[in-house]
């Protein structure tokens, strides 16, 4: 009986004291998705990949407005937000801890405004989208003269451009209408 209580004394504890201590994780480890809003463009790449639709994303015109939301009740941990996100405003958190007494709660938001067409002044992407595009352009080109031209281009929306390439100078180009009229 004591040997056997030595060689218990010995191995150690076999279990963790989690909920009494902090749980560590494995690197690598798959928590609850986490937003920057500020680092978001309102791209919907990652509603795109989500195959559990956790993630939508929702366009309202009156209010001049794209709303991101993560609902964690649908959410698989897979990471594919995370892998898709060309600003890395998602990231995987080592939070496993979501237990909540709302299911309201479980909803996560984020709202961006919308670029209007200079043209029609219909709203047709995200602010923070056209002005990451001018500021690559720039950074691209090395030329920060065309700042005002690459924003004027980027604010006509892309029904107007078409339009606009149709009737070029006045003439109507015949292969870009046959395409329209069909």
Known sequence: MLKLLKTIMRAGEPTVKYPFA???????FRGKPELD???????????SACP???????????DNTR??????????YCGRCEEVCPTRAIRLSENFELAVTCKA???????????????C??????????DMAIALLV?????PQNLKLLRQQAGICPECKQRAALF?????????AIKEKQ
């Open 67 to 76: 709303t991101w939301q993560l609902y964690l009740g649908r959410c698989i």
């Open 168 to 176: 070029h100078g006045g003439c109507e180009n015949i292969s870009f």
């Open 22 to 28: 902090p749980l560590e994780v494995s690197p690598g």
């Open 105 to 119: 709660d479980l909803f996560t938001r984020a709202t961006f405004r919308l670029q209007h067409c200079t043209q």
């Open 37 to 47: 809003p500020r680092q978001c463009i309102a791209c919907a790449a990652c509603t």
């Open 121 to 130: 002044q219909r709203p047709f992407a995200p602010e923070k989208s056209i």
């Open 52 to 62: 559990a639709n956790a993630l939508t994303m929702e366009t309202s015109a009156q």
């Open 139 to 143: 950074q691209q080109q090395n030329a």
